[in-house]
């Protein structure tokens, strides 16, 4: 059974990088998205992004100058950095897996593995 | 446009039905799939594609869809049900935003 770990610091400083890892415990890597999903207190779910395994990504485009997504299969893990953060980035930052599939032409795709989230506050 | 807007607040008696909708341009082109989260907990996937439930998830959860809607059916909802619920899609643009989310009350 394919488990999520989101690991990394629980404060940053205003304007430094927020840098976390989700390490993948119980499965491979290969053949799925692997994304990151943020929820400020109080309020709904914010994707940020995903990562390929092969490394193509795609970033949320309000997110999108700030964000970069790595993946390292050889650790079996992929990481999060986000740059320049404000307090508006304090949240619960969580990894997911994501597959995808289609049905009579049509597409889609589901975060089916969810690590528990890890909290983020941003504040000097 | 990558929006998907749900209804923030929906009530329901117990053991009655209760319809959560999603709407935007991406679901004319992409199935939804929703997610349901409870205080303190991370989101858990309820259903997928046209209308898959994953392992464990009371055969009381249901999805369908048509045109820019997308809907999640909660048929003889429980008490345990009570929790906020997410739609997500994908856009044109290959972005996976979520709806805004609905708080779903059992009376």
């Known amino acids: 059974q394919v488990q999520l770990q989101e690991s990394g610091p629980g404060l940053v400083k205003p304007s430094e990088t927020l840098s976390l890892t989700c390490t993948v415990s119980g499965g491979s890597i290969s053949s799925y998205y692997w994304s990151w999903i943020r929820q400020p207190p109080g309020k709904g779910l914010e994707w940020i992004g995903y990562?390929?395994?092969?490394?193509?990504?795609n970033y949320n485009p309000s997110l999108k100058s700030r964000v970069t997504i790595s993946v390292d299969t050889s650790k079996n893990q992929f990481s999060l950095k986000l740059s320049s953060v404000t307090a508006a980035d304090t949240a619960v930052y969580y990894c997911?897996?994501?597959?995808?599939?289609?049905?009579?032409?049509?597409?889609?795709?589901?975060?089916?593995?969810w690590g528990k989230g890890t909290t983020v506050t941003v504040s000097s | 446009s990558s929006e998907l807007t749900q209804d923030p607040a929906v009530s329901v008696a117990l053991g009655q039905t209760v319809r959560i909708t999603c709407q935007g341009d991406s679901l004319r082109s992409y199935y939804a799939s929703w997610y349901q989260q409870k205080p303190g907990q991370a989101p858990v996937l309820v259903i997928y594609g046209k209308n898959n439930r994953p392992s464990g998830i009371p055969d009381r959860f249901s999805g369908s869809s048509s045109g820019n809607t997308a809907s999640l059916t909660i048929t003889g909802a429980q008490a345990e049900d009570e929790a906020d619920y997410y739609c997500?899609?994908?856009?044109?643009?290959?972005?996976?935003?979520f709806g805004g989310g609905t708080k779903l009350t059992v009376l």
């Open positions: 997500n899609s994908r856009d044109s643009s290959g972005n996976h935003p």
């Open positions: 997911a897996r994501e597959s995808s599939s289609w049905y009579r032409g049509y597409y889609y795709y589901y975060m089916d593995v």
């Open positions: 990562i390929y395994y092969s490394g193509s990504t």
